[in-house]
């Protein structure tokens, strides 16, 4: 139980273009799922916390107009990089909470040319 | 954002030797969380701890929960090749509430053929 997928697993996209990432809790309901970016070599950092129905709280330094949080339902919240660019490329991770547990998706690795 | 302080940064073993990795904080925490991430994953759960004092296995893996609740280690005994990737623990701060996760800044861990 408590499976968390990602989707895509990886994309490449042009400077300027716009990219959405979807993390689902498959087994569980997550009413609250967090999006993480990781660069090489380095630990997660939290980008932002997406609450179902409700608007995402973005961590200090994170611009939310360009990282677009949705949390739709009960078991999906999806991240959109608007007007991406080089230095957007990264890991991003998303996780959902099981009482005081977090369980990870498998990651996106998007790369910007 | 806030970091935890994660030591050893890397370690260099040979198959059958028992690894010890910590992580300290300045702050207390009411639960801990030790994960393993692989290249291009997502961090995978290994052991979950929710008291002080807590000593809990998993397998080869042994953790606890430190009394002063700003610190835990993790034990690894007689590793294995798979054992091989990058270790990070993880704390949930006694906010009411938050879920957040405080993340340390990982261990690498290599095997030596």
């Known amino acids: 139980g408590a499976v968390v997928s990602q989707h895509p697993s990886w994309v490449i996209c042009k400077s300027g273009t716009s990219v959405k990432i979807e993390c689902r809790s498959l087994?569980?309901?997550?009413?609250?799922m967090f999006w993480y970016r990781q660069f090489p070599k380095q630990s997660l950092m939290l980008m932002a916390t997406s609450n179902e129905g409700s608007k995402a709280t973005y961590e200090q330094g994170v611009e939310k107009d360009k990282f677009l949080i949705n949390h739709a339902s009960l078991t999906l919240s999806t991240l959109t990089v608007t007007s991406a660019h080089p230095e957007d490329s990264s890991f991003y991770i998303c996780?959902?909470?099981?009482?005081?547990?977090?369980?990870f998706g498998p990651g996106t690795r998007l790369t910007v040319l | 954002g806030q970091q935890l302080n994660q030591s050893p940064q890397s370690m260099f073993i040979q198959e059958g030797e028992d690894v010890s990795m910590n992580c300290t904080s300045s702050?207390?925490?009411?639960?801990w969380l030790w994960y393993k991430q692989d290249p291009g994953e997502g961090p995978v759960l290994l052991i979950a701890l929710y008291k002080a004092g807590e000593l809990t296995s998993n397998g080869r893996l042994t953790a606890q929960f430190g009394i002063t609740r700003k610190d835990s280690f993790l034990n690894i005994s007689a590793s294995i090749p798979s054992d091989v990737g990058i270790y990070f623990c993880?704390?949930?701060?006694?906010?009411?509430?938050?879920?957040?996760?405080?993340f340390g800044t990982g261990t690498r861990l290599t095997i030596i053929p």
């Open positions: 993880a704390g949930q701060p006694p906010n009411f509430g938050n879920e957040k996760l405080t």
């Open positions: 087994d569980f309901q997550a009413t609250t």
């Open positions: 702050s207390i925490f009411n639960t």
């Open positions: 996780s959902a909470g099981i009482t005081d547990t977090q369980y």
